[in-house]
């Protein structure tokens, strides 16, 4: 927080990967230290450290964004935050979202319900994709990626993909939708905090979400009700 606001240094890391603040560094050089001091023997995934192919041959491994969206960062806004997660043999088994600047937390484990602020959260249970207020980008609706027909859906937006899980699985918005390729270090802890909260999270193919794989990334994702679900998947299929 010392960094926000107060015009941090940015970079560009190049092709299609924006930017990179000191702020980035730093909270990643941090989470780097305290993990594997705890946890020496988890592999690690984090967007602001080189990949380790060795984190492959890991049962288990951390897998972290030290800042998503931080371009919201960079502009002062508050919607950025931080993602952690911990997947075993490809599957997220204990999540946190933080929002510093709103001071806001949320957590989940698999053998544990979904929580804001330490009091649990439910899911929109909608049952119909018509009508429904769905976090999303502009590019996700784009005709050419939906045969089916673009769904007649209210569009919201956050720059947080990890926080847009985490609207989705309190029930402020009735689920999200991102079509282009999705970094493990984004939806990892979101995808299952929303799960748990009763979404049903897929890649955009509606295949389970797999985790720390060698792209370390999933086909784009869907966190909607059940019933949105199929329908989505109907439309994007064309059918």
Same mark, same amino acid.
């Given at each position: 927080?010392?960094?926000?606001?107060?015009?941090?240094?940015?970079?560009?890391?190049?092709?299609?990967?924006?930017?990179?603040?000191?702020?980035?560094?730093?909270?990643?050089?941090m989470?780097?230290?305290?993990?594997?001091?705890?946890?020496?023997?988890? !592999?690690?995934?984090?967007?602001?450290?080189?990949?380790?192919?060795?984190?492959?041959?890991?049962?288990?491994?951390?897998?972290?964004?030290?800042?998503?969206?931080?371009?919201?960062?960079?502009?002062?806004?508050?919607?950025?935050?931080?993602?952690?997660?911990?997947?075993?043999? !490809?599957?997220?088994?204990?999540?946190v979202?933080?929002?510093?600047?709103?001071?806001?937390?949320?957590?989940?484990?698999?053998s544990?319900a979904?929580?804001?602020?330490?009091?649990?959260?439910?899911?929109?249970?909608?049952?119909? &994709?018509?009508?429904a207020?769905?976090?999303?980008?502009k590019?996700?609706?784009?005709?050419?990626?939906?045969?089916?027909g673009?769904?007649?859906?209210?569009?919201?937006?956050?720059?947080? &993909?990890?926080?847009r899980?985490?609207?989705?699985?309190?029930?402020?918005?009735?689920?999200?939708?991102?079509?282009?390729?999705?970094?493990?270090?984004?939806?990892?802890?979101?995808? &299952?905090?929303?799960?748990?909260?009763?979404?049903?999270?897929?890649?955009?193919? !509606?295949?389970?979400?797999v985790?720390?794989?060698?792209?370390?990334?999933?086909?784009?994702?869907?966190?909607l009700?059940?019933?949105?679900?199929?329908?989505? &998947?109907?439309?994007l299929?064309?059918?």
């Amino acid at each position: 927080m010392r960094y926000w606001r107060q015009s941090p240094q940015v970079w560009d890391k190049g092709g299609d990967h924006g930017p990179v603040t000191e702020a980035d560094l730093a909270v990643n050089d941090m989470l780097k230290s305290r993990r594997m001091a705890a946890r020496p023997d988890f !592999g690690g995934l984090s967007e602001e450290t080189p990949d380790d192919a060795g984190r492959l041959a890991c049962e288990t491994v951390f897998i972290i964004d030290p800042i998503d969206g931080t371009r919201a960062f960079i502009a002062g806004e508050e919607s950025f935050s931080h993602s952690l997660a911990i997947a075993r043999r !490809g599957r997220v088994t204990a999540a946190v979202v933080f929002l510093p600047a709103l001071d806001r937390i949320y957590a989940a484990s698999e053998s544990s319900a979904p929580m804001r602020d330490g009091i649990t959260i439910t899911a929109s249970q909608r049952q119909h &994709l018509t009508g429904a207020e769905i976090l999303t980008t502009k590019a996700s609706l784009l005709p050419e990626k939906w045969p089916g027909g673009v769904p007649d859906i209210q569009r919201q937006f956050r720059a947080s &993909l990890a926080y847009r899980l985490c609207l989705a699985a309190e029930g402020r918005f009735d689920g999200m939708i991102t079509l282009r390729d999705a970094w493990e270090w984004d939806i990892a802890a979101g995808a &299952l905090i929303a799960a748990k909260a009763g979404l049903t999270v897929t890649d955009a193919k !509606g295949a389970a979400l797999v985790f720390n794989r060698p792209g370390a990334q999933a086909d784009g994702i869907l966190a909607l009700p059940v019933g949105p679900h199929e329908q989505a &998947l109907q439309r994007l299929a064309g059918r």
